[in-house]
């Protein structure tokens, strides 16, 4: 190996681990500001669905009968919704107030509604809510329980027995009924969301320093210097490439330090109802698949960043160009976000796209030796006829020179 | 010795370039046809408006594009066949050159002192003769985005000088600096000559011509018009000073605008 391949990458990374702007940005911003971000998140998710679930919502009751409001008071229900019973005529003031988030619930009984039970008119209960506010919304599902019992009570009255009405129970005795791996059910949580942030992350790990380092040379004037020199110009776009592999897979570490730092905090969001996230321990093939996964993408990043680097005359328009590539990047983790990982196996020799399937099979501890093989491979090959395509770049006069 | 023979430089244009020429044809002629030598001890001076094809001539020198015709030799070696020979031996410097501000000078030296193969004494040696010479010395580990224009392309000359070259290739040296430091490169550019250097510089400016080169090459529209001592150009031109003598090739030659 030629040893100045070696002083090209000491060069490249010595520019940015000593830049204390770009330690910043590039290091030490995606791991803060993904922490701060993901805890504030689901903290504040927690809080909210606390608030919501602990709030004592407003409920008029119109054509109140006696039935229900002494049901209601047996049955405690008046501790979670408080109850008003109001008049017929001011229905459409209360629809008003539930509109304007002051009420949660409407209730209107057909009038005679004990008597018309009683003689098996099937009488009509209506029930108002606003679904776009959350009280509302809690206080429907807490009224809609409340009528199922009220009604097996009124029936239990019209047959002469309660327990008579109970033809079977369900689950008694049963502890657990939701029966699953934990390990599995921990990391489908985390499947939905963290492939895509690791495309993303990745992707401007790359980005934040890919312009500067070849667009910024030819803006500078510095290539020409260098390409006078007598490395070749194989030894100075591979050092480039490599040097900018280094910093793209240490500023993803960054950010996946921050998702793991953020996992406690942030698990309401991201895992299933009554999930322990602590469930999930990956074995030494997850953490080898996931290492090849993210350098085998990191290759394909910096390739295209280099790639478009190389095209652009100054850090500007290489910046410019690398917009829309973010775009389609983000694009790709979304498409995935919310789609079965069981997806046809040719579909995970599509770049970037088979990575986060893959991620997503992996977080899912269903990832297969031939998805690591379609993926990595695909990855490489692109990555790699990139690099050939850089190699030839440097060599063509009119993309180093031209103004 | 730098030969360049018979040398042709084409290029493609683009359709956006077309628009901005405002042309019809796809290609254009940056060089034509065009030869010099350049002798060690000798300051050779390319002198010609903008876009006359100076630039492009340096660069086929120094091996940055291939001619299109015609070939290039330094100091015996083929810059087609042997460019990795060629590159060691030659200094390329353009006055657009702005060195990445964030490393120090002693920094920025080291790294193209490596690139060319040098060992650690060497660059160390050469390092602190460049430095005394250009009086940066107290300034070598400071960030050069500290230091002032000047001391910039001071800077800027060290570090394409850094491997000691046989051939030093300068693309418009004094352009854009400030009078003492216009003074102290073309001092530079007077030492290396003494050296025993190859010099060949590039300018649109009379005055530099006239009074740095030993020898001036005319070139108007991608052609060498003229080569020779400024006497032999006054004489074949009968004039009396260098720019007469410019504007009076540039009036003859047909249907040129720079």
């Known amino acids: 190996m030629d040893k100045r391949l070696l002083t090209v990458i000491k060069k490249e990374l010595k520019r940015i681990f000593t830049d204390r702007r770009l330690i910043f940005t590039t290091m030490i911003l995606p791991a803060v500001s993904i922490f701060v971000m993901y805890s504030l998140m689901g903290n504040m998710i927690d809080t909210r669905t606390s608030d919501v679930e602990a709030y004592v919502g407003n409920m008029i009751v119109v054509n109140a009968p006696e039935s229900f409001l002494n049901y209601a008071e047996e049955a405690a229900f008046t501790n979670v919704i408080h109850i008003k019973t109001g008049s017929a005529s001011e229905i459409n003031g209360y629809k008003d107030e539930i509109i304007n988030g002051d009420l949660e619930l409407l209730m209107i009984f057909d009038e005679n509604f004990d008597s018309k039970v009683e003689n098996y008119e099937q009488p009509n209960i209506q029930r108002y809510y606003n679904d776009v506010e959350d009280y509302s919304y809690e206080a429907r599902y807490k009224i809609d329980n409340f009528l199922t019992t009220y009604e097996e009570n009124l029936l239990g009255e019209r047959i002469g027995s309660l327990s008579a009405v109970n033809v079977f129970d369900l689950n008694r005795g049963v502890e657990m009924d939701a029966l699953k791996d934990n390990q599995k059910a921990a990391g489908k949580g985390l499947s939905i969301l963290f492939p895509m942030l690791i495309a993303i992350f990745l992707f401007s790990g790359a980005m934040s320093v890919g312009p500067d380092m070849i667009a910024g040379e030819k803006e500078r004037g510095t290539m020409a210097t260098l390409l006078v020199t007598p490395v070749k110009r194989e030894t100075l776009a591979m050092g480039k490439v490599i040097a900018l592999a280094?910093?793209?897979?240490?500023?993803?570490?960054s950010s996946f330090i921050g998702i793991i730092a953020s996992m406690p905090s942030a698990g309401s969001m991201f895992a299933e109802d009554g999930v322990n996230m602590a469930a999930l321990q990956f074995g030494v093939k997850e953490y080898a698949y996931l290492a090849l996964i993210m350098v085998t993408l990191v290759s394909l990043y910096?390739?295209?960043v280099c790639m478009v680097s190389i095209m652009s005359k100054s850090i500007k328009e290489a910046n410019t160009y690398m917009a829309p590539i973010y775009m389609l990047v983000m694009v790709s983790g979304f498409t995935t976000m919310f789609a079965d990982g069981s997806v046809p196996i040719y579909r995970m020799l599509i770049p970037v796209y088979g990575s986060v399937i893959a991620l997503k099979n992996l977080f899912a501890f269903e990832l297969t030796t031939k998805m690591v093989l379609y993926t990595c491979g695909s990855s490489i090959f692109f990555a790699a006829l990139m690099v050939y395509g850089i190699k030839i770049l440097f060599n063509n006069e009119k993309v180093m020179f031209s103004k | 010795m730098v030969s360049v023979k018979n040398i042709t430089k084409v290029f493609k244009l683009s359709k956006k370039q077309m628009k901005k020429d405002n042309t019809r044809t796809s290609t254009k002629v940056a060089v034509k046809n065009l030869s010099f030598q350049a002798h060690p001890g000798e300051i050779f001076g390319l002198l010609g408006p903008n876009g006359a094809g100076k630039t492009t001539t340096l660069r086929c020198i120094s091996t940055l594009i291939k001619p299109t015709e015609g070939h290039v030799e330094v100091m015996g070696f083929d810059n087609q066949q042997a460019s990795s020979e060629v590159r060691s031996r030659i200094a390329f410097l353009t006055n657009e050159l702005k060195l990445d501000e964030h490393f120090t000078a002693s920094d920025t030296i080291q790294y193209f002192g490596e690139l060319h193969n040098m060992s650690q004494e060497e660059i160390h040696q050469r390092r602190d003769e460049l430095f005394d010479y250009f009086k940066i010395s107290e300034f070598k580990n400071r960030k050069i985005a500290e230091f002032s224009t000047g001391m910039k392309q001071k800077l800027s000359i060290a570090v394409s000088l850094i491997?000691?070259?046989?051939?030093?290739?300068f693309d418009e040296p004094t352009n854009g600096l400030d009078i003492i430091t216009a003074r102290a490169v073309t001092d530079y550019l007077k030492e290396l000559r003494t050296q025993g250097k190859?010099?060949?510089?590039?300018?649109?400016?009379?005055?530099?011509?006239?009074?740095?080169?030993?020898?001036?090459?005319?070139i108007l529209d991608g052609e060498m018009v003229l080569t020779g001592t400024l006497s032999e150009i006054l004489e074949e031109t009968k004039t009396d000073e260098l720019e007469d003598a410019f504007f009076k090739l540039y009036a003859g030659k047909e249907g040129y605008h720079g």
């Open chain 1, 246 to 253: 280094v910093v793209a897979v240490v500023s993803s570490l």
């Open chain 1, 302 to 304: 910096v390739s295209v």
């Open chain 2, 163 to 169: 491997h000691d070259p046989e051939v030093v290739i």
């Open chain 2, 198 to 218: 190859v010099v060949i510089v590039s300018t649109h400016i009379m005055n530099v011509a006239s009074k740095l080169c030993d020898k001036i090459g005319i």
